[in-house]
């Protein structure tokens, strides 16, 4: 069973001013406006004070946008200025932290907030979808660019090792094109997209669907944003909206999903652990092994 999703993107808080006709949401609704990404960080509480009116209505406010809450509204406020707002969202991570181990108190604090929201985003019935799409699989392709490239390699590495054949496709430009045509009917591709959908995973999507290749789609905006099929979308944030993005979620999410996929195969998992094992002690000398006793 596939999902699909419109073409076109998300559109803007600002857009969405017609849909008000409170005179105390319209405040609300003004005031995120007019503050754009500074007022990701906010809470419900905070937005209200600033505004002077209560948290009930500032959710509230969120729901008439078309907002699913308002997280989704904080994240469409945040990623209008993504790519030119680092420094401001760097300073709103570390800015109370005045000591190096009260950036790792509030690190900890973070990744322990957006765990249990991954928990809450990440249906089980999606969860479990994903997995078996990944199990039935002859080859699990892992699609990143930037950072998320350096996740694509991890996921690919840590399937091989556990048996799956897996391969990693970290290319933007004109090169994904030769990366691309790996694809075949029975692989399947996790798709880590963020924000905005960019070209290069548009095409990408569409070859897929045109090879006849799955597709698991990890983002952290579902939506209408996308008109080919996905065979399992998994909305995984980056944190709090506002602040510096983490890749705590998607690593705990990715190596789940590896997992899940060595479960479904336990015997191939423990020969090619096994073939590995022999293939350290053959290349060291001696017994090396991965998961020594």
Not at 58 to 64: E, G, M, N, S
Not at 165 to 174: N, R
Not at 241 to 262: K, N, Q, S, W
Request: charged share 20%; proline share 4%.
């Amino acid at each position: 069973m596939t999902k699909e999703y419109d073409d076109n993107t998300t559109f803007s808080p600002a857009s969405r001013l017609g849909r008000i006709t409170g005179a105390a949401e319209r405040r609300v609704a003004d005031y995120l406006v007019r503050s754009g990404s500074k007022a990701a960080p906010m809470s419900a509480q905070e937005i209200a004070a600033a505004v002077g009116t209560s948290d009930a209505t500032v959710v509230r406010t969120a729901r008439t946008l078309g907002y699913a809450n308002l997280r989704e509204l904080r994240r469409a406020l945040a990623d209008e200025s993504d790519e030119t707002d680092l420094a401001t969202r760097l300073q709103a991570t570390i800015g109370d932290s005045p000591t190096a181990h009260d950036v790792l108190a509030t690190a900890v604090e973070r990744h322990l907030e957006a765990l249990n929201t991954l928990l809450r985003r990440v249906p089980a019935a999606d969860f479990d979808r994903a997995a078996r799409v990944l199990s039935d699989a002859a080859h699990v392709w892992w699609c990143g660019t930037g950072p998320s490239a350096h996740l694509a390699d991890y996921a690919a590495f840590l399937c091989r090792r556990l048996g799956t054949p897996s391969g990693s496709l970290t290319h933007a430009g004109t090169d994904h094109a030769d990366e691309l045509l790996s694809l075949r009917a029975d692989h399947v591709v996790v798709v880590l997209a963020y924000g905005r959908v960019h070209p290069y995973v548009r095409v990408l999507l569409h070859h897929a669907a045109d090879v006849g290749a799955h597709v698991v789609l990890v983002t952290d905006t579902l939506g209408g944003r996308l008109a080919t099929p996905i065979a399992a979308p998994l909305n995984a944030g980056r944190g709090t909206p506002g602040r510096f993005a983490t890749h705590g979620p998607t690593m705990v999410l990715l190596e789940a999903l590896v997992l899940a996929t060595a479960a479904a195969h336990p015997d191939r998992s423990d020969t090619t652990l096994a073939t590995l094992n022999d293939l350290r002690r053959s290349l060291a000398g001696k017994r090396v092994d991965v998961d020594p006793d």
